[in-house]
């Protein structure tokens, strides 16, 4: 079963180019399928003012929507004009994320496309974007656009979590790998890779136990990693070339090794935490995504249920 089949492409209402809406174009010429332009527009001063009478408002925003529909229209002619199968949806919704979400679970949509603007680590704290929440609530993977031209043979570059004892970290990272492989093998026969960062050894273990040899933990650590990438890359019959096991903070190993790649996208998985623990600790994904200069593909593990009511209400 070829994968991607209904894409969503989330629209920027901000800018006249849409990356996303481009590589979505560039995946439907490959793997076929429809796409789904989808923009959620709200106008508090609408919703304020007490001169407009309700039935004066609904007027009011149904031009908005009709407009913004038209505008999409302009931002896609080329493609429609070429023959690619694109749906245009504007919705009246005050919180973008749910709205994309809903429209993901109502429509049945495989992947969501959305440009991606670089965040102030403390501002997406205090103020969370819309790409943190889709990386942890949307039900299907989330693919990232940078705003650059696809590199001329890029490859795909997989993060894997190799450290982990828990039991979902390796099915994630066999679905990581599984789906990657066989969106590549489609999609250019691109050239996939794996990457895993092991931790350096820790300051405070190093200076509270004189008897403690960094070197042997590193080693171990290092060992440990190397056991699992080989487990990994030979159940998937991946040469060992095409592995990079280093050391450090992943979010500094991966983009490093994607730049060195000349990487196209970036595939990682995204647990969700939601609350506290998210917003001060981050993902992985969100933790990578700002530090890349390549497309990110984040993929929820199986069994992940979004916290977002799929029911509509009435904004």
Not at 84 to 105: Q, S, T
Not at 154 to 174: M, R
Not at 178 to 202: D, F, K, M, Q
Request: proline residues 6%; glycine residues 6%.
């Amino acid at each position: 079963m070829v994968k991607y089949q209904n894409i969503l492409v989330a629209i920027d209402p901000t800018q006249d180019d849409q990356p996303a809406l481009r590589r979505a174009v560039y995946l439907n010429q490959r793997l076929g399928g429809r796409i789904k332009a989808f923009l959620p527009i709200y106008d508090f001063s609408y919703e304020m003012t007490t001169l407009l009478s309700p039935d004066e408002r609904i007027s009011m925003r149904k031009g908005v929507i009709s407009q913004r529909t038209e505008w999409i229209r302009e931002q896609a002619g080329a493609y429609l004009a070429a023959g690619i199968d694109i749906d245009i949806k504007v919705v009246w919704h005050n919180r973008p994320y749910e709205a994309i979400i809903r429209e993901v679970m109502e429509a049945g949509h495989d992947l969501v496309l959305k440009m991606t603007h670089q965040h102030d680590r403390l501002q997406s704290v205090v103020f969370t974007p819309t790409d943190w929440h889709l990386l942890r609530k949307c039900p299907c993977p989330v693919w990232m656009v940078k705003d650059q031209p696809w590199p001329e043979s890029a490859k795909a570059l997989v993060a894997v979590n190799l450290g982990s004892e828990e039991p979902h970290h390796d099915d994630l990272n066999k679905k990581l790998v599984r789906e990657t492989t066989e969106l590549a093998e489609l999609v250019n026969h691109t050239e996939v890779h794996l990457v895993s960062a092991y931790p350096i050894t820790p300051i405070n273990i190093a200076i509270e136990l004189p008897d403690f040899d960094p070197s042997v933990y590193n080693d171990a650590i290092r060992g440990q990693h190397l056991i699992g990438m080989k487990a990994l890359r030979q159940h998937f019959a991946i040469d060992e070339k095409m592995t990079h096991v280093e050391k450090g903070l992943p979010e500094e190993v991966i983009p490093d090794i994607a730049e060195y790649l000349n990487t196209g996208v970036v595939v990682l998985g995204t647990i969700g935490r939601t609350g506290i623990s998210a917003a001060f600790l981050g993902n992985t994904a969100e933790q990578v995504i700002d530090h890349l200069r390549c497309d990110l593909l984040a993929i929820k593990p199986d069994g992940f249920v979004s916290p977002v009511n799929p029911e509509t209400d009435e904004e």
